[in-house]
């Protein structure tokens, strides 16, 4: 079935590298996309999204790059902390005309920063 | 205000016990959420509430049962759970097709 899925469970960075995580999705029909971080034992939190007629979005620290020919997604960490240190979901929301469909989660990306 | 409130944090509960999670906000969000997630896995979506109505069901069992009672609350029933119910039931809310902002969750032990 359509999904969105992630390469790697599992990334570990020194601290103060770059990090890229990445996240393949299926669904062609899918128009916006989140990144969230989740640590532990709290909620996921929005991080930065995109929508499908853009290529590039950056904020504070992050970019989140989309490359719809291949369907990927990826998540850059620009100079990582500790405090990066948790899960990281991209989220797919299909057009839906506006409705409330909720979002689609990948596998998660477990990324721990090393001092 | 641009906080989801989660509570009970955490619940230990039999399987023949009833019992409420709740989940309120206060940022004007029409569109609410209920997310479970198990450890070291994705949230999967179980239901939506539009407008105070149930607008998906995502083919959840009946012992889970939810209720909008207004715009800011969103309340999950329990009802003879079982163990595999055990996890972290996540609430969110939306305006309408848009970023969802997560509450912190009720981590669920059903023994």
């Known amino acids: 079935g359509e999904s969105v899925g992630l390469h790697l469970p599992t990334l570990s960075v020194q601290e103060g590298d770059n990090s890229i995580i990445n996240c393949a999705y299926s669904?062609?029909?899918?128009?916006?996309f989140i990144w969230y971080k989740q640590e532990s034992g709290k909620g996921p939190q929005f991080i930065i999204d995109i929508r499908s007629n853009m290529d590039k979005r950056q904020g504070q620290r992050v970019t989140v790059l989309l490359n719809k020919t291949v369907k990927h997604l990826s998540l850059q960490i620009a100079a990582t902390q500790p405090g990066d240190s948790a899960v990281y979901f991209c989220a797919e929301i299909p057009y839906s005309g506006g409705g409330a469909d909720g979002l689609t989660f990948g596998k998660g990306t477990h990324l721990i920063i090393q001092p | 205000d641009t906080e989801v409130t989660q509570t009970p944090k955490h619940l230990v509960m039999g399987m023949t016990n009833k019992k409420s999670l709740k989940c309120e906000q206060h940022m004007g969000h029409r569109a609410m959420y209920w997310y479970k997630q198990k450890a070291k896995k994705p949230p999967e979506l179980m239901f939506v509430y539009s407008y105070e109505k149930l607008s998906i069901n995502e083919s959840v069992p009946s012992r889970f049962s939810p209720e909008c009672p207004n715009s800011s609350l969103l309340n999950l029933h329990l009802h003879a759970l079982q163990p595999e119910d055990s996890a972290l039931y996540l609430c969110a809310s939306a305006r309408g097709a848009n970023v969802l902002t997560f509450g912190a969750g009720s981590r669920l032990t059903v023994l």
């Open positions: 669904n062609s029909a899918s128009d916006y």
